[in-house]
Each structure stands twice: as C-alpha cells, then as structure tokens.
Nanobody
Framework: QLQLVESGGALVQPGGSLRLSCAAAGFSLSGYAVAWFRRAPGKECEGVSSISTGGGLTKYVDSVKGRFTISRDNGKNTVYLQMNALKPEDTAIYYC????????????????????WGQGTQVTVSS
C-alpha cells in the first residue's frame, strides 16, 4: 500500500521552530517531486514549498521565504520542512504530496499534479 505519513506538527509559540517529516511507505520517493501544502481554518489549500526529485530545485510561497527550508533524504525515503520564526498565520494542517509528473516551476503548487497525499499534521502557532 502506497502511503505518505507526516509527523512533527505541534503547538509552538511565535518565533519558535518545528521540523515536519514526510515519510513514504510502499514506494520510493526518489522518483517523485514532493510538496508541502497547508490548509488554515476557513482558507483554501495553499502550496508552501516543493522540491525536485534530486533536491536541486525548490520553490517557496512568498510568505515563508527565508523562514522555511525544504530538504530530502532519498536514502531515508523522507522529505523535511524546517520551519523557523513561526508566526500565528502559519497555523494550519500541513500535508505532504508526491508527484511523478516532472518538475514545472510555475506549476508545482497545483494540487492536481500530485498522485499521493498524506493525512496531514497540525501546526499551531500561539502564545
């Protein structure tokens, strides 16, 4: 069974840090571009960051540039999202998704490009 499992979500104070992990089971992530999306209460799903199969290409939404870093370890079949300087507006359920449809910089935040999705992990930024 093909699965993506997110972990690392938590309640954290503004200015704090978290590292989210996205682990694949049942298939190799090395052939997939991976993205993190988030859905905040009352808002639409938003692409946060994406990384190419080899890790050489990345993309970030403007609101997280300079604060979030996406990385991957294909040997561990895992993708990470390091989140620093967290703000209350980062509060959301974070989902990872994998796509075998190639890398198109302008289209990496289109949810329909992704074949596999995780169940999500809750990130809450609050004092």
């Amino acid at each position: 069974q093909l699965q993506l499992v997110e972990s690392g979500g938590a309640l954290v104070q503004p200015g704090g840090s978290l590292r989210l992990s996205c682990a694949a089971a049942g298939f190799s992530l090395s052939g997939y571009a991976v993205a993190w999306f988030r859905r905040a209460p009352g808002k639409e799903c938003e692409g946060v960051s994406s990384i190419s199969t080899g890790g050489g290409l990345t993309k970030y939404v403007d609101s997280v540039k300079g604060r979030f870093t996406i990385s991957r370890d294909n040997g561990k079949n895992t993708v990470y999202l390091q989140m620093n300087a967290l703000k209350p507006e980062d509060t959301a359920i974070y989902y990872c998704a994998a796509s075998d449809r190639g890398w198109y910089q302008s289209r990496q935040f289109e949810p329909e490009r992704y074949n596999h999705w995780g169940q999500g992990t809750q990130v809450t930024v609050s004092s």
